[in-house]
Nanobody, 112 residues
């Protein structure tokens, strides 16, 4: 059974870089696409980006200039970095494996 767990700071100051890690157990990160999504309060789920089995990355056009996704195959983890955050980046952030398996989500609040 594949499990995903997001981790990172729950509070980030505006203008800083948010960094989240998704740790995957029960499945390799080199064989399938992995995704980052977020859901701001009162809004729908927003796709942020993805990394495929070869390590190629794909980003939402609206976030591309501020987003970076990378991975550490030795730890079976992939990370999200979002730079120059504002309070509008406050959301629950989720990682997903193949859009089938999901982490429980982690709340990130950006303080002004």
């Amino acid at each position: 059974q594949v499990q995903l767990q997001e981790s990172g700071p729950g509070l980030v100051n505006a203008s800083q870089t948010l960094s989240l890690t998704c740790t995957v157990s029960g499945g390799s990160i080199t064989t399938i696409h992995y995704y980052w999504f977020r859901q701001p309060p009162g809004k729908g789920l927003e796709w942020m980006g993805a990394i495929d089995g070869s390590g190629s990355t794909y980003y939402s056009p609206s976030l591309k200039s501020r987003t970076s996704i990378s991975r550490d195959t030795s730890k079976n983890q992939f990370t999200l970095q979002l730079s120059s955050v504002t309070p509008e980046d406050t959301a629950v952030y989720y990682c997903s494996r193949g859009l089938r398996d999901w982490g429980q989500g982690t709340q990130v609040t950006v303080s002004s």
